[in-house]
């Protein structure tokens, strides 16, 4: 099962910046948190992890509270091409253990 | 980031025939690959993991003799329907652990349709 908890949809505003919930209370020491989106009929794709400090790439930023029991993924200027199913995942550094998909959160692009 | 690459995108095949789907890392060597399979707006479910050289372990509820897995090399897995049937109809979707320690990169996916 899913340790993770997501709000099943979310709307953004086209270029305001989106920013996805994710609880995951009963998260361990060694695991980190991991954020994927599926654009529709396409396999899931990487988009940032980290363990206890906050997280910056080309696409988005990781925010993780002090407590590791939830996080927030943020997408700075939303496009339509974001909209997506966004899983955020909760996963030990294991190399044979693998990803558990929830639900996620279907995010919902506006123009 | 590491490309995973999946073939064919999309198969339609005839009730009792078998298909074969194919998942290649193409610039990385991946011991480990995992097989899902995604039923209309559900989530991703793990069938098997294959690592290479060995045996795939199923998960359980995954028929290993319907579902035949080979990861003969470091860079390809293979997954097999055999007998496949209308409910086999999904889309399958494989991931392989990248270079760095910690993320999987998934290929696009294959969409078959069981007829």
């Known amino acids: 099962d899913a340790k993770t908890t997501q709000p099943p949809s979310m709307d953004c505003a086209e270029g305001r910046a989106a920013n996805l919930p994710c609880n995951h209370s009963?998260?361990?020491?060694?695991?980190?948190v991991y954020w994927y989106r599926q654009i529709h009929s396409q396999g899931p794709q990487y988009i940032i992890h980290?363990?206890?400090n906050n997280e910056t790439n080309e696409m988005a930023s990781l925010i993780i509270t002090e407590d590791r029991k939830s996080s927030t993924l943020i997408l700075p200027h939303a496009t339509l091409r974001d909209t997506a199913v966004y899983y955020c995942?909760?996963?030990?550094?294991?190399?044979?253990?693998?990803?558990?998909f929830g639900p996620g959160t279907r995010l919902s692009v506006l123009p | 980031g590491a490309v995973v690459s999946q073939h064919p995108s999309r198969v339609i095949c005839k009730s009792g025939t078998s298909v074969k789907i194919e998942c290649r890392s193409l610039?990385?060597?991946?011991?480990?690959m995992f097989w899902y399979r995604q039923f209309p707006k559900q989530s991703l479910m793990l069938m098997a993991t294959?690592?290479?050289?060995?045996?795939?372990?199923?998960e359980q509820g995954v028929e290993k003799d319907k579902f035949l897995i080979n990861h003969a090399s470091l860079t390809l897995s293979t997954l097999t329907v055999t007998s496949a049937h209308p409910e086999d109809s999904s889309f399958y979707i494989c991931?392989?652990?990248?270079?760095?320690?910690?993320?999987?990169?998934f290929g696009q996916g294959t969409r078959l349709t069981v007829v």
């Open positions: 980290g363990l206890k």
């Open positions: 009963t998260i361990s020491g060694n695991e980190y």
């Open positions: 610039d990385f060597q991946a011991t480990t």
């Open positions: 991931s392989a652990r990248g270079q760095g320690p910690y993320v999987a990169f």
């Open positions: 294959s690592n290479e050289g060995s045996k795939a372990t199923y």
């Open positions: 995942i909760v996963r030990a550094d294991n190399y044979g253990q693998n990803f558990v």
